[in-house]
C-alpha cells in the first residue's frame, strides 16, 4: 500500500477502534453465584448425616458455613488469611476443601485450624485438613492431649463408644478466655467443659457494613454418655456442666451456631424462616441443656 493510500485509511482504522471493533481482550469470567443460606437448607432438607456433603453459605459478614447437612465448620475470612473453626469427619474433608474454594478461597492461605471439641465426627477431618492446609492447630490446653493422641479423654462420658480419628500436634496451646493474637481479628476461647473435658466455645465480631454481630460458636451442651455410666455417681462432672450451664449466658452472643447445625435451627434461621440473630440464643440454648441434665439426673434417680 502506498504512503498516499495508508493516509487516507488510517482515519477510518481509527474510526472503528473508538467504535468497539477492534480487538478486546477477553472478559473475566464471571465470579461464582453468592452462597446463600436458602440453597444450603434445600439442599439438606432431608439430609443430616455427619459426612453428608452440603454448599457452602454465607452466614454473616466475614464467616461463611462450609461444613456437612449434620456438622458444622466455619470459615472467618480475615486480611491476611482466613481461619477454619471444625473439620467434620475424615470421609466430609474433601467436600470441606471443595467448599473453601468453591467460595474463592485458597486451602493453603488457612492461616489457622480452631476446634470445639475432641470427637471424632468434628475433628475427624482434622488431619486431612491440616496436611492440605499446612495451618497450624490452635486448641486449649484441657483439648490439645486428645487433638493429639486421637483419642477421647479418660473422664470423657461417651469415651469406649466413639471412633478414633488421626491426631495432629498442637502449635499452640490456650487458657480459658484467650484472645489468639491476630492483628486483624480478635477470636477469643471459651473454656465450656462437659460435653467432653475439653470443650470449646469460640466469640468474635463480624460486620456487613455499619452492621456488626458478634457470633458466638457455642460447643455441644448436651450430657450423654455409653450405656452403663451415671452421671449421678460423678458428681464432680455434674458441677462441671452446672457451671459451663451458667457461663454460656454471659458470652458475647448475637448470632448463636452450634458443632450441630440443628441443635440451634441454623439452616432455617439462614434460610430467612426464623431470626438469624436472638439476644436470647445462648440462655435459651444452655437452659434447654440444663433441662436435658435434670431429666436424665431424674431418670438414673428412678432406676437406681
Given amino acids: 500500500m502506498s504512503a498516499k493510500s495508508l493516509?487516507?485509511?488510517?482515519?477510518?482504522?481509527?474510526?472503528?477502534?473508538?467504535?468497539?471493533?477492534a480487538p478486546q481482550a477477553s472478559a473475566p469470567a464471571a465470579a461464582p453465584p453468592a452462597p446463600t443460606g436458602k440453597a444450603l437448607a434445600a439442599a439438606c432438607a432431608d439430609r443430616d448425616g455427619w459426612s453428608d456433603p452440603a454448599p457452602p453459605a454465607k452466614l454473616f459478614g466475614n464467616t461463611y458455613y462450609v461444613g456437612t447437612c449434620g456438622i458444622t465448620a466455619l470459615l472467618i475470612d480475615a486480611p491476611a488469611g482466613p481461619i477454619l473453626i471444625d473439620t467434620a469427619t475424615a470421609e466430609a474433608a474433601p467436600a470441606i476443601l471443595a467448599n473453601i474454594r468453591a467460595l474463592g478461597f485458597d486451602p493453603?492461605?488457612?492461616?489457622a485450624i480452631l476446634t470445639s471439641h475432641e470427637h471424632f465426627d468434628h475433628v475427624g477431618g482434622l488431619a486431612a485438613l491440616h496436611a492440605a492446609t499446612g495451618a497450624p492447630v490452635i486448641a486449649l490446653a484441657d483439648a490439645a492431649p486428645q487433638l493429639e493422641s486421637g483419642t477421647p479423654d479418660p473422664r470423657d462420658p461417651q469415651r469406649g463408644a466413639l471412633d478414633s480419628f488421626t491426631g495432629v500436634p498442637v502449635a499452640q496451646r490456650l487458657r480459658d478466655g484467650q484472645p489468639l493474637a491476630f492483628a486483624d481479628i480478635r477470636i477469643?476461647?471459651?473454656a465450656t467443659?462437659?460435653?467432653?473435658?475439653?470443650?470449646?466455645?469460640?466469640?468474635?465480631q463480624s460486620c456487613e457494613g455499619s452492621a456488626c454481630r458478634t457470633i458466638a460458636y457455642v460447643d455441644s451442651l448436651t450430657a450423654i454418655s455409653t450405656d452403663g455410666y451415671?452421671?449421678?455417681?460423678h458428681p464432680d462432672y455434674v458441677a462441671m456442666l452446672?457451671?459451663?450451664?451458667a457461663k454460656v449466658p454471659t458470652l458475647p452472643c448475637d448470632i448463636l451456631v452450634t458443632p450441630h447445625p440443628g441443635a440451634s435451627n441454623l439452616f432455617a434461621r439462614l434460610a430467612g424462616e426464623a431470626p438469624l440473630a436472638a439476644a436470647?440464643?445462648?440462655a435459651a440454648y444452655a437452659a434447654a441443656a440444663g433441662k436435658r441434665l435434670d431429666d436424665r439426673l431424674a431418670k438414673e434417680a428412678a432406676t437406681r
Avoid: E, N, Q
Avoid at 12 to 20: E, F, R, S, V
Fill in 7 to 21: 493516509a487516507l485509511v488510517a482515519p477510518m482504522l481509527a474510526a472503528l477502534m473508538l467504535a468497539g471493533c
Fill in 108 to 111: 493453603k492461605r488457612i492461616r
Fill in 188 to 190: 477469643t476461647a471459651h
Fill in 193 to 204: 467443659p462437659g460435653h467432653t473435658p475439653g470443650s470449646t466455645s469460640w466469640t468474635w
Fill in 230 to 233: 451415671r452421671f449421678s455417681d
Fill in 242 to 245: 452446672r457451671t459451663t450451664f
Fill in 280 to 282: 436470647d440464643g445462648c
